[in-house]
């Protein structure tokens, strides 16, 4: 059955003017490649028209030589948004510093106390 893209056949043609007997020609195919969400082949038929008239055809979907495999692009990576910092970690050791902080006041004022004495 013909590759479709949004409803449309792809086809391309070329014409071109053979140099010698073994004469050859690239034939380009544009689609959006986006559609494509799996691993998908296509076998690439050909005809050769003279002025107007089919003179030769290959048309053999068996042919591994006018078949292509179309990987499709995996999705990049979205970046992560937002903190992940450790907000556990931060309340923590603000804790043992307000401790620590508390701790030394209350051994100040008790040498302080004991002083006074």
Same mark, same amino acid.
């Given at each position: 059955?013909?590759?479709?893209?949004?409803?449309?056949?792809?086809?391309?043609?070329?014409?071109?003017?053979?140099?010698?007997?073994?004469?050859?020609?690239?034939? #380009?195919?544009?689609?959006?490649? #986006?559609?494509?969400?799996?691993?998908?082949?296509?076998?690439?038929?050909?005809?050769?028209?003279?002025?107007?008239?089919?003179?030769?055809?290959?048309?053999?979907?068996?042919?591994?030589?006018?078949?292509?495999?179309?990987?499709?692009?995996?999705?990049?990576?979205?970046?992560?948004?937002?903190?992940?910092?450790?907000?556990?970690?931060?309340?923590?050791?603000? #804790?043992?510093?307000?401790?620590?902080?508390?701790?030394?006041?209350?051994?100040?004022?008790?040498?302080?106390?004991?002083?006074?004495?």
């Amino acid at each position: 059955k013909p590759f479709l893209v949004d409803g449309k056949e792809i086809t391309s043609e070329v014409t071109f003017t053979a140099e010698k007997a073994n004469s050859e020609v690239t034939v #380009s195919f544009t689609f959006d490649g #986006s559609v494509i969400t799996k691993e998908t082949e296509i076998v690439v038929f050909e005809a050769l028209y003279r002025e107007g008239t089919e003179i030769a055809v290959h048309a053999d979907i068996e042919d591994e030589g006018q078949t292509v495999t179309i990987h499709p692009q995996p999705e990049p990576e979205k970046p992560q948004t937002g903190d992940n910092s450790n907000l556990g970690f931060y309340i923590g050791l603000g #804790s043992v510093a307000v401790g620590g902080l508390i701790a030394f006041l209350i051994i100040k004022f008790k040498k302080k106390d004991e002083d006074d004495e």
